[in-house]
C-alpha cells in the first residue's frame, strides 16, 4: 500500500515537473521571439519593417505587432506602434487605415490610400482588448470608432448578407473579390458586445454560410484564398490560380478554430475536420504540404514553416501524438535561439510561426482571446 502511494506521488511530482518545465520553456521561447521581433522589425519610433519588401509598412503589419504586444503585456511598445500607426496610417475621411506606408519618388509616406479590411477588425479588436488589459478608455474610444468606419466602408449586403468585404476599394465592383482569411469571427462576436448600433452577428453567419459553400463546391475540399461573388446576383464563383488553398486560406483554419474553442460554434466544425489531410499525408509520407490547387492536385512542394505552424493547433486537437511529431521536425529545430525561425528576415513568417507556438505551447492561450 505504502509503495503504490510512493509510487503514484513520484508519478505525480514528475508529472507536474515536466509540465512546468514545459511551459517555462514556451515561456522563454516567446519571450525571447518577442524581444528579436521588436529589435529587428520594429523601428524605435513604432513602425513595423518588412525588410524584404523594399522596408515597406504595411496597417497589417501594425496590427499584429499590436496583437502580440497586448498578449505579452508589453504597454510600451503597444503605445509605440500604435501611435506611429494612428499619425502616419490613418485616412483624412474616415477611421480607417491605409494599407501601405513607404518610399516615395522624393520621401516616405502612405503609397496606397486604399484600406484593408483585416488590418481594421485586428486594430480594433486588439484596441478593445487593451482597454481591458490596461484599463484605457480611450483605446475602447478609438475601436468604437474604427467599428463604424469597418460597417460603413468594408461591409456591403447582398441578398440579405452581410458581408465583409477586402477592403473599401472592393464596395464597387460588379463581382466583388472576398479574401475568407479577413472572417475574424471572433472578433466579429466581440464587435456585438461593444457596438450595438450594428448587428454583427450577421457577419459571423454569414462567413460561416460563405466558407462552407467554398468546402462544398471547390475539389479540394479547402477554402479558398480568394473567391468572388456578384453584386446583383450574389451568385459565388472561383477563379484559377486565386481561388487556390495557400498563404492567404491558411489563416482561416486559425480563424475558425479561436472561434470554436470560444463559442463552440459546430459550423466550425466542417472546416476544422479538414486538417485530416494534413494529418494523413503526414502519417503516409512525412510531408506537410500546405499549397493546392482547386481540383485537389498540390500546387507545390512548398512546407511553408509560417502555415504549418498556424495549423498545428487544430491538427493538435485531432491528433496530438502527430502534432507533436509535426512541431519537432518542422518548427523546433528551426528555432535560433537568437529568437527567430527558419529566415531570420522574414517579419511575416515569424508573425505566423509565434500565433501559432502561441496557442500550440499552452493551450490556456487560447483564453487570450476571451473578451
Given at each position: ?7 503514484t506521488?513520484?508519478?505525480l511530482?514528475?508529472?507536474y515537473?515536466?509540465n ?7 515561456k522563454?521561447i516567446l ?10 522589425f ?10 524584404q ?5 504595411t496597417?497589417e ?6 496583437r ?11 503605445d ?7 499619425y502616419n496610417?490613418?485616412r ?15 520621401d516616405y509616406?502612405?503609397?496606397?490610400e ?6 481594421g477588425?485586428e ?5 478593445i ?6 484599463n ?9 470608432k474604427?467599428?463604424s ?5 468594408e461591409?456591403?449586403?447582398i ?11 472592393q464596395?464597387?465592383?460588379?463581382n ?17 458586445e461593444i457596438?450595438?448600433?450594428h448587428?454583427?452577428?450577421?457577419l ?5 454560410k ?6 462544398d463546391?471547390?475539389d479540394?475540399?479547402?477554402?479558398p484564398?480568394?473567391?468572388?461573388i ?14 487556390d488553398f ?6 482561416i483554419?486559425?480563424r ?11 459550423r466550425a ?17 512525412g ?14 512542394q512548398v ?10 493547433p487544430?491538427?493538435k ?6 502534432a507533436?511529431e509535426i512541431?519537432?521536425?518542422r ?22 510561426i509565434?500565433?501559432?507556438?502561441w496557442?500550440y505551447l ?7 482571446f476571451?473578451?
Amino acid at each position: 500500500m505504502y509503495k503504490y502511494i510512493a509510487s503514484t506521488l513520484i508519478f505525480l511530482i514528475l508529472f507536474y515537473s515536466i509540465n512546468i518545465s514545459a511551459r517555462l520553456s514556451s515561456k522563454v521561447i516567446l519571450n525571447d521571439s518577442w524581444d528579436y521581433y521588436k529589435k529587428t522589425f520594429i523601428s524605435d519610433d513604432g513602425r513595423v519593417i518588412d525588410h524584404q519588401k523594399e522596408s515597406i509598412t504595411t496597417s497589417e503589419g501594425q496590427a499584429y505587432a499590436m496583437r502580440r504586444a497586448v498578449l505579452m503585456r508589453d504597454k510600451v511598445t503597444f503605445d509605440k506602434i500604435y501611435n506611429w500607426t494612428k499619425y502616419n496610417l490613418k485616412r483624412k475621411d474616415d477611421n480607417l487605415f491605409a494599407w501601405k506606408w513607404g518610399k516615395r519618388v522624393t520621401d516616405y509616406g502612405i503609397i496606397d490610400e486604399c484600406s484593408a479590411s483585416d488590418a481594421g477588425v485586428e486594430m480594433a479588436s486588439v484596441l478593445i482588448f487593451a482597454s481591458k488589459v490596461w484599463n484605457q478608455k480611450s483605446y475602447l474610444d478609438d475601436a468604437k470608432k474604427i467599428l463604424s468606419s469597418i460597417w460603413d466602408k468594408e461591409t456591403i449586403e447582398i441578398n440579405g448578407l452581410r458581408i465583409l468585404v477586402a477592403g473599401d476599394y472592393q464596395k464597387n465592383g460588379e463581382n466583388i473579390a472576398i479574401n475568407p482569411s479577413y472572417f475574424m469571427l471572433n472578433s466579429f462576436r466581440i464587435f456585438a458586445e461593444i457596438d450595438k448600433s450594428h448587428d454583427w452577428q450577421k457577419l459571423v453567419d454569414s462567413s460561416y454560410k460563405l466558407v462552407n459553400y467554398c468546402i462544398d463546391n471547390i475539389d479540394s475540399g479547402l477554402p479558398p484564398d480568394w473567391f468572388y461573388i456578384n453584386k446583383d446576383t450574389g451568385k459565388i464563383f472561383f477563379d484559377s490560380p486565386k481561388s487556390d488553398f495557400s498563404y492567404d486560406a491558411i489563416r482561416i483554419f486559425y480563424r475558425f478554430y479561436i472561434d470554436y474553442s470560444i463559442s463552440k460554434d459546430k459550423r466550425a466544425e466542417k472546416l476544422l475536420s479538414k486538417s485530416n489531410l494534413f494529418i494523413n499525408r503526414w502519417k503516409k509520407d512525412g510531408k506537410f504540404y500546405t499549397n493546392y490547387k482547386q481540383n485537389g492536385e498540390i500546387k507545390d512542394q512548398v512546407e511553408a514553416i509560417g502555415s504549418i505552424a498556424l495549423l498545428l493547433p487544430i491538427i493538435k486537437s485531432y491528433n496530438k501524438e502527430v502534432a507533436h511529431e509535426i512541431y519537432k521536425d518542422r518548427i523546433e529545430k528551426f528555432y535560433n535561439k537568437a529568437g527567430y525561425w527558419y529566415n531570420p528576415m522574414d517579419y511575416y513568417a515569424q508573425n505566423l510561426i509565434w500565433f501559432g507556438n502561441w496557442l500550440y505551447l499552452d493551450e490556456e492561450n487560447i483564453k487570450s482571446f476571451k473578451y
